[in-house]
């Protein structure tokens, strides 16, 4: 009989990992190439030019333009694409049988817009927290109840 191997992402909007549990008693173990980090930049860091000026009928106004999308939001969402996409490819090639999703909340709601149909088919739980500061080894308490770890 095949084991079911559960993945457990850990995610916010600038770094990502994923753990392994195939079974009762076998813990958490890292999925070797399967962890992402983007440096967590600020608006300021990304948008370097002052806004433009907009015309008003009389001229030119004095407020600027502010840009339509937060800047560190769209990269962000972005680099929760890049995950999700990776996690797609993964399901189709028989990687992970379940998934369980630890997130900050802005990226757990970018994620769940951004997974395919089959990676949310495979999805058991998910956990409104940002645990990716946390140890390995710490997190097994925070899966008590969802996986057998």
């Given amino acids: 009989m095949k084991k079911t191997v559960?993945?457990?992402?850990i995610a916010n909007g600038a770094q990502a990992r994923v753990l392994e549990n195939t079974g009762p008693g076998k813990g958490l173990k890292?999925?070797?190439g399967m962890d992402w980090a983007i440096e967590p930049l600020q608006a300021q860091d990304i948008v370097s030019d002052r806004p433009g000026?907009?015309?008003t009928p009389s001229g030119f106004g004095r407020?600027?333009?502010e840009p339509r999308t937060d800047?560190?939001?769209?990269r962000e969402a972005e680099f929760v694409k890049t995950v999700a996409n990776e996690?797609?490819?993964q399901i189709q090639n028989g990687a992970f049988d379940r998934l369980v999703i630890a997130a900050a909340p802005i990226a757990l709601g970018d994620l769940r817009k951004s997974i395919s149909p089959a990676v949310k088919k495979a999805i058991i739980a998910e956990l409104n927290k940002d645990l990716t500061n946390l140890p390995s080894a710490q997190l097994d308490k925070h899966f008590d109840g969802i996986l057998a770890a």
Wanted: charged share 20%; aromatic share 4%; net charge negative.
């Fill in 63 to 65: 407020g600027g333009m």
């Fill in 6 to 9: 559960t993945w457990v992402l």
């Fill in 53 to 55: 000026a907009h015309r």
């Fill in 30 to 32: 890292p999925v070797e």
């Fill in 87 to 89: 996690l797609d490819h």
């Fill in 71 to 74: 800047p560190v939001e769209h």
